[in-house]
């Protein structure tokens, strides 16, 4: 073959299809009912323990970004003030408060007095929106191979996959941005095959849309420019449209975010904060793990599965075999967004979520080449071949994702701790709790406390300042400002002096704090002596675990410790320590 017709076949339209028959000879009904049965399980996942932990949001971004600030848009007009996140999920939430609660009054009531009922409508969108990214991918498997069954598969793995399973149970952006990720991907499939102005336009929509929801899911630019320099009509044609795809996608994130335009310079300052947020590594006492990119190959593992991660990996290896155009597209971007983010200081597996929907094709399509490659063979067993390849590659996501169902429909151990603590402690009293749970966790929602000054039902010590430094030096004067990254690092054994001395007898206790220094004893050593101390001073008057009973506890980590991927968690939540001090004013041991 001459290098004139290697060229022509690499750049062909269209690949000849696999010898099975094609999906889109399956009668249209079958699929529906299918997609549609696959988008019921999904949202079903996605919603099933949706109240977890409320009326407190544990989590603290959610307690302090898009719910807040979808509120505060009711009081100061769309412009959110806030960049280090885009807006485009705070203005949905917006538009869905304004409907659900009749607006600013009804809202700002609820989130008042019923917390729960405001977050349950955010986090009930998010999981409508992450059921909505399962469909359009579906959409976009089916139109990048044409073929209706690696579409599906796709979609299935994405629908049951553990992390964008779990992140659809928080008010974040992580898992909204996933819909129009998977938009893009439908007009980058059009421009591959088609090379329209339409599938140009809504290439471009899908991408600003995603670059509103979150700044990395830009990563669906490369795919998009590959697409067009082998379109059909070549890089000639990909000149004269990628300016509509430009446009489109400027206009569409200037539609989910004004005023990174209209308040240029507060949009760049929080921009250029965000983008070296991910190369700060101060604070993250307990980050013990050395190789990003190593972290989130593991991530894979577990995020989507092992086996779905192999099959990409070998999906990647028979599609550049078979079809160097489609390998163009699809390969490059999840491969290069891998190497970047884990050439950052800090990783945490939910930044890799951008980049699922393409190693969910890349998985499915492996999947349904092996089952083709049998079928050729044995056509009897081609159903039955099919069968296996959906169970292997799913599996392992139907299992977790079932399991944090579970965990997160059960009392969480913040909420259990509380409930132990209003039984016990009473109002006014002075005690000391970790920053592990919110402020308002001190506070009986919608009933502020006459007995204290800022309406907490309790005194709290004061855990946010410190006149330690990270490097363990003292700070004269008020002292500074404590990050919950940082606490650890200012404690030390003469803390529990203090408590006695000031009269702050209650103790409040937390892994997710703890378990920080406890990962990196060599960093904080003084915080291991602080715990040991508190033990040898107090008595343990109640421990809330999260654990199944017998089950080992799970060593902290950044994400295993707040999502309770590992099948030993019974219940969300840290294991909870409450101590009551003895000696001086706290009184003698019991």
């Not at 044409?146 to 599906?152: C, M, P, S, T, V």
Request: proline content about 7%; glycine content about 10%.
């Amino acid at each position: 073959m001459s290098a004139a017709e290697v060229v022509r076949a690499d750049t062909a339209p269209e690949p000849e299809d696999p010898p099975a028959a094609p999906a889109r000879r399956e009668p249209r009904l079958r699929w529906g009912l299918a997609v549609a049965a696959l988008l019921l399980g999904s949202f079903v996942l996605r919603a099933w323990g949706a109240k977890h932990g409320l009326p407190y949001a544990y989590n603290a971004d959610e307690n302090a970004h898009f719910v807040p600030k979808a509120i505060g848009l009711f009081g100061h007009g769309w412009n959110p003030h806030y960049f280090v996140n885009p807006p485009a999920y705070t203005y949905v939430l917006h538009v869905v408060f304004a409907v659900w609660f009749g607006g600013r009054e009804g809202v700002s009531e609820a989130y008042a007095t019923n917390p729960t009922e405001v977050f349950l409508v955010a986090r009930i969108t998010a999981a409508v929106l992450g059921t909505l990214a399962v469909w359009l991918l579906y959409v976009a498997g089916t139109r990048f191979f044409a073929d209706r069954r690696i579409g599906l598969l796709a979609a299935g793995l994405l629908g049951v996959a553990f992390l964008p399973v779990f992140y659809s149970h928080l008010a974040l952006n992580d898992v909204p941005m996933l819909a129009p990720i998977c938009l893009a991907l439908i007009g980058i499939a059009g421009i591959l095959r088609h090379g329209r102005a339409r599938d140009y336009a809504l290439a471009g929509v899908g991408l600003g849309l995603a670059c509103a929801a979150k700044y990395t899911a830009g990563i669906v630019l490369l795919p998009l420019l590959t697409a067009a320099l082998v379109s059909p009509q070549g890089w000639r044609g990909a000149l004269k449209l990628l300016p509509l795809a430009g446009l489109a996608a400027l206009a569409a994130f200037l539609v989910a975010n004004p005023y990174a335009l209209l308040d240029f310079d507060a949009f760049t300052a929080d921009l250029d904060h965000q983008t070296s947020t991910a190369d700060d590594a101060l604070g993250k006492l307990g980050l013990t793990e050395e190789n990003g990119v190593l972290y989130y190959l593991w991530t894979l593992g577990w995020g989507l599965g092992w086996v779905p991660a192999i099959a990409a990996a070998v999906g990647i290896v028979v599609l550049a075999r078979e079809d160097l155009r489609r390998t163009a597209v699809l390969v490059p971007a999840p491969v290069l967004f891998l190497l970047f983010m884990g050439s950052q200081e800090r990783f945490f597996g939910r930044w890799l979520l951008p980049i699922f929907p393409l190693v969910c094709l890349m998985a499915a399509y492996a999947g349904i080449r092996a089952a083709d490659a049998v079928g050729r063979r044995a056509p009897a067993l081609r159903p039955t071949v099919v069968a296996l390849a959906v169970v292997a590659l799913c599996a392992q996501g139907v299992v977790y994702s079932l399991h944090i169902g579970q965990v997160l429909s059960r009392d969480d151990t913040r909420n259990m701790a509380r409930a132990w603590f209003v039984e016990h402690v009473p109002p006014k009293t002075k005690v000391v709790v970790e920053p592990v749970v919110p402020d308002g966790w001190a506070q009986d929602i919608g009933d502020p406390s006459p007995l204290t000054e800022n309406g907490n039902r309790w005194v709290k010590f004061p855990t946010s300042r410190s006149n330690i430094a990270n490097d363990g030096s003292e700070i004269p004067g008020p002292g500074r400002i404590v990050n919950i990254e940082d606490y650890e690092r200012t404690l030390y054994p003469g803390l529990v002096d203090t408590y006695v001395e000031q009269g702050y007898c209650w103790v409040v206790v937390g892994s997710t704090q703890r378990g920080r220094a406890e990962v990196e004893p060599e960093a904080v050593p003084r915080a291991l002596e602080y715990y040991r101390e508190l033990e040898r001073r107090s008595d343990t008057v109640y421990v809330a675990s999260p654990y199944r009973e017998g089950a080992d506890p799970v060593d902290f980590n950044f994400d295993w410790s707040f999502d309770f991927y590992p099948l030993a968690y019974h219940r969300p939540g840290p294991t909870m320590w409450i101590y009551r001090l003895h000696g001086g004013g706290c009184g003698p041991a019991s």
